[in-house]
């Protein structure tokens, strides 16, 4: 079961940087949470031949990068569609007077645990492959199994 919320910030060059931080100190509830950028939009208002510059700051990884590079009159929106999972995110407008627009949805899945080594099966394991088995009866007789086209067993009796 999952929870989905929009999410919506304005940077302009007095509120420059806003932080998006995981909902992540209910025992009770835990969750998976994710963030996903869909659009980052200039203003109306912008200046005409000015760059915004839009930088985002992850805390897990320490990664600071560009995701968005705006000018009124020549780019004024992107779809990064970029996610940020289980990770608090700072996004800041690093040149430019904005206003800028960043929206995208706030999901939170409940956390199932699986172990990797016992959920994770090969499909040899899983499929019996249309080549012949030979099965030791007896010293002079051996019973052959194969698939049919159905996948049914079919035993024959080999002497």
């Given at each position: 079961?999952?929870?989905?919320?929009?999410y919506?910030?304005?940077?302009?060059?007095?509120?420059?940087?806003?932080?998006?931080?995981?909902?992540?100190?209910?025992?009770?509830y835990?969750?998976?949470?994710?963030?996903?950028i869909?659009q980052?939009l200039?203003?109306?208002?912008?200046?005409e031949?000015?760059?915004?510059?839009?930088?985002?700051?992850?805390?897990?990884?320490?990664l600071?990068?560009?995701?968005?590079?705006?000018?009124?009159?020549?780019?004024?929106?992107?779809?990064?569609?970029?996610?940020?999972?289980?990770?608090?995110?700072?996004?800041?407008?690093?040149?430019?007077?904005?206003?800028?627009?960043?929206?995208?949805?706030?999901?939170?899945?409940?956390?199932?645990v699986?172990?990797?080594?016992?959920?994770?099966?090969d499909?040899?394991?899983?499929?019996v492959?249309?080549?012949?088995?030979?099965i030791?009866?007896?010293?002079?007789?051996?019973?052959k199994?194969?698939?049919?086209?159905?996948?049914?067993?079919?035993?024959?009796?080999?002497?």
């Open positions: 079961m999952s929870e989905e919320s929009f919506g910030i304005t940077l302009t060059a007095e509120n420059n940087a806003v932080l998006w931080d995981v909902l992540s100190n209910d025992e009770d835990p969750r998976g949470q994710k963030l996903i869909r980052i200039l203003g109306a208002e912008a200046k031949g000015e760059f915004n510059v839009v930088e985002v700051h992850t805390i897990k990884d320490n600071k990068i560009p995701i968005a590079v705006l000018k009124a009159g020549e780019t004024r929106a992107c779809n990064p569609d970029i996610e940020f999972y289980e990770t608090a995110v700072t996004f800041k407008l690093i040149k430019g007077n904005g206003p800028v627009y960043i929206h995208g949805q706030n999901i939170k899945d409940e956390v199932e699986v172990d990797i080594e016992d959920g994770e099966t499909e040899e394991d899983d499929v492959e249309e080549e012949e088995y030979e030791q009866a007896s010293p002079k007789k051996k019973l199994m194969e698939n049919n086209a159905d996948g049914k067993t079919i035993k024959n009796r080999k002497k």
